[in-house]
């Protein structure tokens, strides 16, 4: 299911997109079945420098797949659950011949509030900056869509009162709208936890599932993407589809299921970016 909401755009277009992905339901014809365990299939951004680390406050301009050359610009934004879909928006990149930027950092929410990082055990100022720098790289860019995803387990405020769903959905509408153009939010990807073959809804809907974007997304006004029907089609949902595992962990997509499920022409995906952007 796509969920559109309003930032000005063609309603006309937009009413086509709802009843096309409504119609589409699943994605399937995968036959491709990843050599590596799923543990390590991770997307190539990790061996290329292009997922930043923790004290990164730069972006790497060197980060640009797609067709290089092409006028149209598509941003991918976020943190690691934004870096685990980019097998799929690349692949679509390559077929529509769109520009990708990818500008993605570990454990960084693109969202205006103060946040923590577990890992270094004290504020994550490393990540105001980086999301500051993405502002203004996106203001030079000018993609013509720009992609947001990011985890709603790892945005950790510094404040209690910044605490709920309604503070952090606010606080990525806020920076959402810094950004020039469209943007498309998409919704986290379900929770696995420890199953290893079928996952309960109550567990993979948890944490809220979806309630910081929609709430992100009406305050600024731009559009929704959620692949949850696309990645768990039925219930429990079960872990391997067509021999490919889903998760490489308790909540990261492996690139082959990234790349050949979610990523499949005629695909949900597909169809969304493709009603963004023709």
């Known amino acids: 299911m796509i969920t559109v909401l309003s930032r000005p755009f063609s309603f006309g277009r937009a009413s086509l997109l709802a009843a096309i992905v409504l ?30 680390w923790e004290r990164t406050i730069t972006p790497n301009t ?17 943190d690691s659950h934004a870096s685990h879909l980019f097998p799929a928006i690349e692949r679509i990149a390559r077929a529509r011949h769109w520009k990708l930027v990818v500008l993605v950092k570990i454990s ?6 103060r946040i923590r990082n577990l890992h270094l ?23 013509a869509l720009t992609l947001v995803a990011m985890s709603r387990r790892a945005l950790h405020p510094v404040r209690s009162v910044d605490s709920t769903n309604t503070a952090k959905g606010l606080a990525v509408g806020r920076m959402i709208m810094k950004v020039p153009g469209q943007v498309a939010v998409i919704v986290d990807a379900p929770f696995r936890g420890a199953n290893a073959s079928y996952i309960p809804k109550t567990t993979a809907l948890s944490y809220s599932l979806g309630a910081i974007e929609r709430i992100a997304v009406a305050y600024s006004r731009d559009w ?9 089609p039925r219930w429990p949902c079960p872990v391997v589809v067509n021999r490919i595992t889903k998760f ?14 979610l990523g499949v022409p005629g695909g949900a995906l597909d169809v969304a970016l493709d009603a963004h952007l023709p």
């Not at 060197?62 to 976020?78: E, I, M, Q, W």
């Not at 929704?224 to 768990?232: H, M, P, V």
Request: glycine share 6%.
């Open 248 to 261: 490489r962990d308790t909540e990261h997509f492996t690139a082959t299921f990234s790349r050949t499920v």
């Open 108 to 113: 960084c929410g693109f969202a205006d509030m």
């Open 23 to 52: 119609a589409s339901g699943l994605i399937f014809g995968v036959s491709t079945v990843s050599a590596v365990s799923p543990a390590a299939d991770k997307e190539s951004l990790w061996t290329q420098h292009c997922l930043a």
């Open 121 to 143: 055990g004290r504020e994550y100022t490393e990540c105001a900056t980086w999301n500051r720098n993405v502002v203004k790289r996106l203001a030079v860019l000018k993609p």
């Open 224 to 232: 929704l993407i959620n692949l949850t029907a696309a990645t768990c």
């Open 62 to 78: 060197a980060c640009v797949y797609g067709d290089r050359t092409s006028r149209v610009v598509v941003a991918l934004v976020g």
